[in-house]
């Protein structure tokens, strides 16, 4: 009937409207029409609000603009004005009382804009202009955004870029605390995850696609005592919001001259060689470049030089626990003493947890007498200060298995005198990355007792981030409530071929042109060539296969720079990153080198799966290359050609150029330090996705529920056939079980690569996918054409946080595979999880409990903790064995996650899993870093590999799948390293580019030769040829000796020491002369550093 249909949507309409005026029209509509009481009055139509208006949650009413509000509820002269955003329905959950309580308290500090949203569609944006702005000028100092979903986009669609043009033109920061509607206070307080998937996402990740800061709750559900649960504030979360919220308006009001910043730098691990260690960042160059910046802007401070900042804090001994040199006393010297630390730390949540493991204060860490010394400089209104140590360096032997190591004393003495002493209007993390975002705590949705939250307490945080690393940047985003800053990678450059490598360039080309002109001189060249090759610590394989080597080894790129904060890249480096990038098709957007090549009619496919037959060609191509877009993209010339391929990369190519050219690294952060709205800009591989571009904005992550594209699915399959074909080729047989290594990062760049190869191995496929749906279903073996393989997952605390999401998918595809009625030769995932199954319920585990744990095959490190703790080991080289190496990885990554558990602590598990693993693989997805660069792989694939033959007493095969280009190449994990180690350590090109930065460039050298121990301790691929180089070319070479001492002499005491430890653990064993020479290096080094009159040459070796 008509009138039922109406009904039907006034009692619609009622409920998402569910004030108490409705609610009694609801009651008599149903009882009037559908109950017999036919001779109550009619109904009055529901009460509805715009979509977009002025509302008073505390007196219940509408207003129609700005004006008429302020009639009735007049503002408070000189105070801000702040706009709170939130949804006008009291459907799912009524909301009203808390926003009207929420609004009460912000009055009494500020001039409240309440404005009620609907969800249904997106939002009228120009009506909302209208309520916030007068004559175009924005009439509020801040938002308070409590809505889920993105401001201008609900779950059914609407205009988030038109969204982001309104915020933009507003200019006020937006914060973003929730309330959680799925989970009691308790529960939350309860719950080291904070919050649920579904929250995570309408809460967390997709208001920051808009820009918004400070995501964290405010309220939570309570039961009512009627059973029913209703929306309560959390209350110390309100007063952090409110404390927060006024610290924002300061930046926005306060003159710059007036403004107090902390610049916080880092020292890891700590000692004098490695102040300002940020990924690929020259820290001194950029605190000088944001120190001119500042003093242009107005702040009170001297600009300070690169050298100048060197000098200050290390020649001066402001580091972390010296080892060299005392710190130089003056007036500045800051020491907290204990009367004022009692002050401090007076409410501080979790003293009792600090005491218990660090003794009473000031403890032992960085004490000075009686009172705590904090590492730093004063310079006019300005903070410069090294980031306290975690404590594992100076007291290591307790602390590495330690899962909830909280701060020392003077970590917390450090932070809490920022805020209450030195009274930080903004403090700046510089560079990628610190510890802050890693100390206990929720994962995210943090509390007061969470220490991140505790520690940056109410002072505005930015944070400098490489913009390649977003998952990383997340953690600190949301645990520590920063303003992520992106910044560049280096510059990338080619390799080339210097030394050995351009000899055996030169075998070759003798060898091809003897070829038809003396057969017998050939041969001759031919075991020479073989000769060399094995010198090298190569696998002779052939000509083919030395040719590919070779190309492979030139055209790798390197980093040519490290980047200084601000600097953007000159149009030189324009052009060769657009050859670079050009290179692939991306996309709908073909290949520049494709192109090129139907030009000159040759076969593009063909050059690119062999481009070492090509060499030539490729040459003449790159050429062709460099000169189209220095006269088109770089020089502006017009361009006429009209077909679209070729409209399609001239577009893309100018959009690159603009988006390099646009990079405002300085004038983000400083425009972020005036309060205002930082755009938010996504981070990922430069690479891979130049769209993010440009940098300087606050950076966002790729979108969870994207990921695996349809691309990186069909990637990940061709990693896991190359993989799986390897090891058939090398052993006979597929492998029965795998393990493969899952992080963030990786899964960021590539957008699920290693999920596609995870899903491969097992044979499943994706089938149905949206934004909020994925199915799986299993390919049936006579089209896989091969065994299913068992894949045991060790995932790194970063893809936990970022991609719950993928975590249930997993899981659901193990168990899918599991439950197929399959042979076991076929199906090893089912044999594994029937035997398994069996084992526990022989345990007395119960039915649901076995069957949950027996398709468990996902690990990883315990709930808001992130690494495998590998690294520490071998950083502070306070390790016996591999044994203890292993034991420490099982230690750390114990903790399983399946559809009933979330990181508990199974190490039996891990430990039966592991027994089976035959095959390691790892995805190299970035140019940014080889296998040797990053300490992260020998920590993680490192720890994999040495916990397998620990468990096993054998070596697992070890792979590594580089898709850094277009074509897949997997590799076993040796050559990897030699690539890694000969076209970056040992390459004079790298060498030079990273010694035209003072300290910094010897800092990247050390570090190399830690990875090159850290491989050999863990997965034992170094080959022992490696040490020897790295010794002729670091050491033995008298000029490159001295150029990395007058550049960090405490770095060349680093490396001398690591291949001293290489030889201790007999992973080298150089002749006597060199062993002596090289201890009586060590010895001129340690008498120089100690100022024992040795000059600045330390001798020869």
């Not at 985003?477 to 450059?493: D, G, M, N, V």
């Not at 290594?741 to 191995?761: D, F, H, P, V």
């Not at 390790?879 to 190496?885: K, V, Y």
Request: glycine share 6%; charged share 25%; net charge negative.
């Amino acid at each position: 009937k008509l009138r039922d249909m109406r009904n039907y949507l006034w009692l619609v309409r009622y409920w998402q409207f569910a004030s108490p005026e409705n609610c009694e029209q609801m009651l008599r509509l149903l009882a009037r029409d559908y109950l017999g009481h036919g001779d109550l009055p009619k109904p009055e139509p529901p009460q509805t609000l715009e979509q977009v208006t002025i509302y008073d949650p505390i007196a219940r009413r509408g207003y129609p603009d700005l004006r008429h509000y302020r009639a009735k509820v007049p503002a408070q002269p000189h105070r801000p004005n702040v706009a709170v955003l939130f949804r006008n329905t009291t459907y799912p959950v009524d909301l009203f009382p808390i926003v009207s309580q929420l609004c009460q308290r912000l009055q009494s500090v500020c001039n409240v804009v309440p404005i009620a949203i609907s969800r249904a569609v997106g939002n009228d944006l120009e009506r909302l202009r209208h309520l916030l702005t007068a004559d175009g000028q924005p009439q509020i100092d801040l938002i308070v955004n409590l809505l889920a979903f993105r401001l201008g986009q609900g779950p059914m669609g609407g205009d988030p870029e038109g969204a982001m043009a309104l915020l933009r033109s507003l200019n006020v920061p937006v914060l973003h605390p929730f309330v959680l509607t799925r989970r009691s206070v308790a529960d939350w307080q309860a719950n080291d995850q904070g919050t649920q998937v579904g929250e995570f996402l309408i809460s967390i990740f997709l208001p920051e696609l808009d820009g918004c800061i400070e995501t964290y709750p405010i309220g939570a559900m309570q039961p009512n005592g009627l059973g029913f649960e209703e929306a309560t504030l959390i209350e110390e979360r309100v007063e952090r919001l409110i404390a927060r919220m006024q610290r924002w308006i300061a930046l926005r009001r306060k003159p710059n001259a007036e403004k107090r910043v902390a610049i916080i730098t880092y020292d890891y691990p700590p000692g004098e060689g490695n102040v300002g260690s940020g990924a690929f960042l020259d820290s001194f160059a950029s605190l000088a470049a944001i120190l001119r910046r500042l003093a242009d802007s107005g702040y009170t401070v001297t600009p300070w030089n690169a050298t100048e900042l060197k000098e200050r804090f290390v020649t001066d001994g402001q580091i972390n626990t010296p080892q060299w040199k005392q710190p130089h006393r003056t007036n500045d010297h800051i020491i907290i003493e204990p009367v004022v630390y009692d002050a401090l730390t007076r409410d501080c949540p979790q003293w009792n947890t600090i005491r218990t493991f660090w003794g009473e204060a000031p403890g032992q860490i960085m004490r000075d007498g009686a009172g705590i010394w904090i590492p730093g400089i004063r310079n006019g209104n300005i903070f410069i200060g090294v980031q306290p140590s975690r404590g594992v360096f100076e007291q290591h032997m307790r602390q590495y298995h330690d899962t909830r190591l909280p701060p020392h004393h003077q970590y917390v003495a450090f932070y809490r005198w920022l805020e209450e002493v030195f009274r930080a209007d903004a403090i700046i993390h510089l560079g990628t990355h610190g510890t802050l975002e890693f100390l206990p705590g929720k994962e995210k949705a943090v509390s007061g007792a969470c220490f991140p939250d505790y520690l940056i307490g109410n002072v505005p945080h930015f944070y400098v981030y490489y913009s390649g690393n977003p998952t990383e940047a997340m953690i600190a985003k949301r645990r520590t409530h920063a303003t992520i800053i992106s910044h560049l990678p280096p510059p990338f450059i080619r390799s080339n071929l210097y030394g050995d490598l351009a000899e055996l360039r030169a075998l070759m080309n003798d060898y091809a042109q003897a070829g038809s002109l003396n057969p017998e001189q050939q041969a001759s060249i031919l075991d020479n060539l073989r000769d060399r090759v094995q010198q090298l610590g190569w696998v002779w394989e052939g000509i083919e296969a030395l040719e590919q080597t070779l190309y492979e080894y030139e055209s790798s790129l390197i980093p040519g720079r490290l980047h200084c904060f601000g600097q953007r890249y000159t149009d030189e480096e324009v052009r060769e990153f657009l050859i670079q990038t050009l290179r692939t098709a991306d996309g709908e957007r073909p290949s520049l080198f494709e192109l090129l090549c139907r030009d000159r009619r040759l076969d593009w496919r063909a050059i690119w799966e062999s481009p070492e037959r090509h060499a030539e060609v490729l040459a003449q191509l790159e050429d062709d290359a460099r000169a189209w877009v220095q006269e088109y993209v770089i020089e502006g010339q017009r361009f006429s050609r009209r077909e679209q391929e070729w409209q399609q990369v001239y577009v893309a190519a100018c959009a690159i150029r603009d988006g390099l050219q646009q990079c405002d690294e300085l004038g983000g952060l400083v425009h972020a330090l005036s309060g205002g709205y930082l755009p938010a800009g996504m981070g990922g591989d430069l690479f891979r996705s130049p769209d993010i571009l440009p940098t300087g904005r606050n950076m966002v992550q790729f979108d969870p529920r994207r990921v695996p594209t349809d691309a990186a699915l069909a990637r990940g399959a061709a990693i896991a056939e190359a993989t799986l074909e390897h090891y058939r080729q090398t052993h006979g047989r597929y492998p029965r079980q795998t393990a493969v290594i899952l992080w963030g990062l990786e899964t960021a760049k590539t957008q699920g690569e290693t999920i596609g190869q995870i899903l491969a191995y097992l044979g499943v496929r994706r089938v149905c996918r949206s934004v909020w749906e994925t199915r799986l279903e299993i390919i049936p073996l006579a089209e896989l054409k091969r065994p299913r393989v068992d894949v045991t997952i060790q995932m790194c605390g970063f893809f936990r946080d970022m991609f719950p999401n993928l975590i249930e998918l997993l899981q659901e595809a193990i168990a899918l595979v599991a439950a197929q009625d399959e042979d076991d030769d076929l199906n090893p995932v089912r044999c594994h999880t029937r035997r398994l199954y069996d084992e526990l319920r022989a345990q007395g585990m119960s039915h649901s409990d076995a069957e949950d744990l027996a398709t468990a095959r996902l690990f990883g490190p315990q709930n808001t903790l992130y690494g495998a703790g590998v690294d520490q080991l071998i950083k502070s080289q306070a390790w016996q064995s591999p044994a203890e190496l292993a034991a420490c990885y099982v230690d750390s990554l114990r903790y399983v996650y399946t559809r009933q558990r979330y990181g508990e602590s199974m190490p039996h598990l891990l430990n039966a899993q592991l027994t089976h693993v035959e095959l390691i693989s790892q995805v190299r997805s970035s140019r940014d870093y080889e296998m040797t660069d990053l300490d992260h792989y020998y920590e993680f694939y490192g720890g994999l590999a040495c916990s397998v033959k620990a468990a096993t007493g054998r070596q697992a095969h070890l792979m590594v799948a580089d898709t850094t280009e277009g074509r897949i190449r997997a590799e076993p994990l040796q050559r990897a390293i030699q690539r890694g180690l000969r076209t970056r350590l040992l390459n004079p090109r790298w060498l030079d580019a990273m010694l035209k930065h003072d300290y910094h460039g010897a800092q990247q050298i050390a570090k190399r030769l830690e990875h090159m121990v850290g491989l050999a301790a863990t997965t034992e691929a170094v080959d022992p040829v490696l040490f020897d180089a790295a010794h002729r070319c670091l050491i033995a070479d008298e000029t490159l000796r001295k150029r990395i001492e007058q550049n960090n002499p405490y770095a060349l005491l680093e490396v001398v020491d690591r291949l001293l430890e290489a030889h201790h653990r007999k992973y080298w064993q150089p002749s006597d002369d060199d062993l002596t020479r090289l201890q009586a290096l060590r010895g001129q080094l340690e008498d120089r550093l100690e100022g024992i009159g040795v000059p600045q040459d330390a001798g020869s070796a």
